[in-house]
Structure formats: structure tokens, C-alpha cells
């Protein structure tokens, strides 16, 4: 594999982890406002957290393909 595509693949990796700390963050933050009640706040993250089966899983896909790449 040529070294401008495995510095693409890692690039990409990297952002895809970077996308599921930012989710990571704003799942804690949603599970603290739905501990207190609905609220208008607990509706801001919960339309982030409605793809986060999309999210998780685009970024294994990333993170098998930089790896398969690697040997």
C-alpha cells in the first residue's frame, strides 16, 4: 500500500476517533439531563444520539480497513 494512502487511511482513523470522543461526551452529558427529567436540553442530545449506531459502526469500518492494510 502506498505511503500517501496509509497516511490517508490513519488520517481518517483519527478523525473517526475523535468523532466517537465528542459522541462519548455528549452521551454522558444526555444520561445526566435525563437523570433530572425531560427537559429541552436532554432533547438537544438526543438528536445527536440517534445515529450513533451509524457513528460506531462507520468508524470499525475505518479502524478493519486501516488495519487490514497494515500487514
Given at each position: 500500500?502506498?505511503?500517501?494512502?496509509?497516511?490517508?487511511?490513519?488520517?481518517?482513523?483519527?478523525?473517526?476517533?475523535?468523532?466517537?470522543?465528542?459522541?462519548?461526551?455528549?452521551?454522558?452529558q444526555f444520561m445526566r439531563w435525563l437523570g433530572r427529567g425531560p427537559s429541552e436540553h436532554a432533547q438537544r442530545y438526543r438528536d445527536r444520539l440517534e445515529a450513533v449506531d451509524t457513528d460506531i459502526r462507520?468508524?470499525?469500518?475505518?479502524?478493519?480497513t486501516f488495519l487490514a492494510h497494515r500487514q
Open positions: 500500500m502506498p505511503v500517501a494512502e496509509r497516511r490517508a487511511d490513519r488520517a481518517a482513523l483519527r478523525a473517526s476517533a475523535d468523532q466517537l470522543a465528542a459522541l462519548s461526551a455528549d452521551l454522558h462507520r468508524h470499525f469500518d475505518r479502524a478493519s
